[in-house]
């Protein structure tokens, strides 16, 4: 019979529990409540946000800490830090089913959100309304899935949606400017991602105005730098070319 003394019994409050099973045994860490998502996501990159202690646990509920000697047996070093950040990754996130479900419904809206904010119709360039979106969603039965980022999901959504609706990424507005040596031979090379060019200006160098998907951008960025060995510029002239309103089906 172990008896629980104050050196190996830590008691812990609004706690989220991540729990990982190696070599046989139990292993679990106690994290702040949203917070594992975050880090998960890459939205919070420091650990000490994330968790309550760096201590791994056989029990988190019990306050039980885990033996040096089985930490070493199960992932081959005692160095707390890389145990916590393995179990982070790959262990199981612990909550109740309502918690579950507020956790699904609050990332469907959020990533209705993110499509709402990139997204347009593309005849009439006005954005969608984020409960209009959430209908198109339930509407082709979108199941959150809670271990991806609501950024992911988002593109998953966009692409999915473009089968049933109207919709397609915000074009972006960029100046191009372009030495006038090598302005000819770039811009051809460029035609395949720019989606309309709306104006063109060809004096000492040749200067252009045009809306691209964004999902081209670095690509032009970097076809612009490396063709002109650094001359050529880009500029952002706006992130989304919106018609003023929103859309309604």
């Known amino acids: ?140 039965h979108y199941s959150v899935k809670a271990n991806r980022s609501t950024k992911q999901q988002a593109l998953d959504v966009i692409r999915q949606l473009k089968e049933s609706m109207e919709i397609q990424r915000a074009h972006m507005r960029l100046r191009l400017v372009l030495p006038a040596k090598e302005g000819k031979r770039v811009k051809e090379k460029l035609k395949p991602l720019l989606q309309v060019v709306e104006s063109e200006d060809f004096d000492e160098e040749l200067e252009m105005v045009c809306l691209v998907d964004p999902g081209c951008y670095r690509e032009i960025d970097e076809l612009i730098r490396c063709e002109t060995k650094g001359r050529g510029s880009l500029e952002v002239l706006s992130l989304k070319d919106v018609e003023e309103g929103d859309e309604k089906l």
């Open 1 to 140: 019979m172990s008896i629980f003394t104050p050196t190996n019994q830590i008691r812990l409050t609004n706690v989220a529990v991540v729990r990982m099973k190696k070599g046989g045994k139990r292993f679990e860490i106690a994290c702040y409540k949203n917070k594992v998502m975050s880090w998960r996501s890459g939205a919070e990159k420091d650990l000490d946000e994330v968790m309550q202690t760096h201590s791994v646990f056989v029990n988190v509920s019990k306050g039980q800490v885990a033996k040096k000697d089985d930490l070493c047996k199960a992932f081959g070093t005692d160095d707390l830090t890389e145990i916590c950040k393995q179990i982070l990754a790959k262990g199981e996130l612990q909550v109740s089913d309502k918690e579950r479900q507020n956790q699904l419904e609050t990332m469907f809206r959020d990533i209705a959100t993110v499509v709402a904010e990139k997204c347009v119709n593309p005849e009439t360039r006005r954005p969608y309304t984020v409960s209009l979106i959430e209908r198109a969603m339930k509407d082709i």
